[in-house]
């Protein structure tokens, strides 16, 4: 009788720690997907750079439309592009969820205090529309920019300007007429800019 109670016990307390375990891996499976970025993006997805950005704070959406993009090979990189294919939709949903929960936290970089002044001008005339409040949101559909790496920034900046990467229609014509008349110098300035910012200031 003894044996059978105890049987009953252990295998009353196997059945808690299995459910334990299955509920635990649910509740983490965006943090123990997340982890596998923290080599390039760093912990918690915030990068201490210089070319990789920080994602912490990321809109989710953003964030799974960047994944899918890499994955399809429409958003160009030497790196993602094969990382994205080891992963489903439904990897990037519970990545996006954990990275959105996450601090965002400005890179610590020195900067040009004259091209930032010309750089935000530049900004309000052609950016600010959709980059707003600086490129700080992010709910923005290009994700936060304010703050971030400016290797990272200037290496995106020239994808689109190159046309290495297709920016939509509407950055397309603001970017082309930014870069007629003011050239890599205000580009430069327009980097400057977004990297002597913290998001949310």
Sequence with gaps: MKKAKLSMIAGAMLASAALASTSAYAFDRGEMLANT?????????????PATPTIAGMG???????????????????IMTRIAKGYSTEDFE???KYFAKQKFEPAKQPVQTSMVIKGEKLH???????HTDAG????????ILAGQWKPYLQYN?????SGNREAPKKMAKKLDAL???EGDEGIKQLIEFYASKQAGE
């Design 37 to 49: 970025c923290a080599g390039c993006h760093g912990p918690g997805g915030v990068s201490t750079g």
């Design 124 to 130: 309000e005339k052609y950016c600010e529309k959709c």
């Design 179 to 181: 870069y007629k008349k």
């Design 157 to 161: 900046l020239h994808d689109f300007t």
């Design 60 to 78: 989710p959406e953003y964030f799974v439309e960047s994944m899918e993009a890499y994955k399809s090979g429409d958003r160009p990189s030497t």
């Design 136 to 143: 700080s949101l992010a709910e923005d559909e290009s994700g």
């Design 94 to 96: 519970a990545m996006a």
